[in-house]
């Protein structure tokens, strides 16, 4: 069973998506802010983080940055009810998708979908990655040398 960590600073939306998702089979875990989440991550494996991005205190671009070092192979998804944030300026290394807010159910078990298929393609690499690997480079948002995946 794929675990998704879902974190949001609204608790009542946090609620709503460990339903949806619970019932389409995936464990769910909580976090109410990015630091909770970095120490739920530190505690135990996780395949899918749902993220807001603007959160009191540390928002969900510091998590990313932080998982992406820590946990490479942990997928990203970005939510967000702010319409101009960008989502070309977070997108890349382990984040597959971005949300809007209000979620629609159908987008948010979709994105989760293709970022539990990412974490499962990481994660069965990951013991092959080294400092040269073109997939290790991209799942380290290609900011070391080798070739690029497309």
């Given amino acids: 069973m ?32 990015a630091e909770a989440a970095l120490e739920r991550l530190d505690a135990g494996a996780c395949d899918v983080v749902l993220c807001d991005v603007v959160m009191p205190g540390r928002g969900g671009l510091w998590l990313v940055e932080r998982a992406r070092d820590l946990y490479p192979a942990v997928a990203m998804v970005l939510a967000t009810g702010v319409e101009n944030v960008s989502p070309s300026a977070s997108l890349g290394g382990n984040v597959v998708d971005y949300l809007l807010k209000p979620f629609d159910r159908a987008a948010v078990l979709a994105a ?12 069965t690499r990951k013991a092959s990655i080294d400092g040269d690997d073109a997939l290790g480079n991209w799942l380290r948002g290609g900011r070391s040398g080798g070739s690029e995946i497309k």
């Fill in 2 to 33: 794929s675990s998704v960590l879902i974190v949001d600073d609204d608790p009542r939306v946090r609620e709503i998506l460990a339903r949806w998702l619970a019932a389409a089979g995936y464990e769910t875990q909580e976090a109410g802010d």
């Fill in 112 to 123: 989760v979908g293709r970022a539990r298929t990412w974490h499962e393609t990481a994660a």
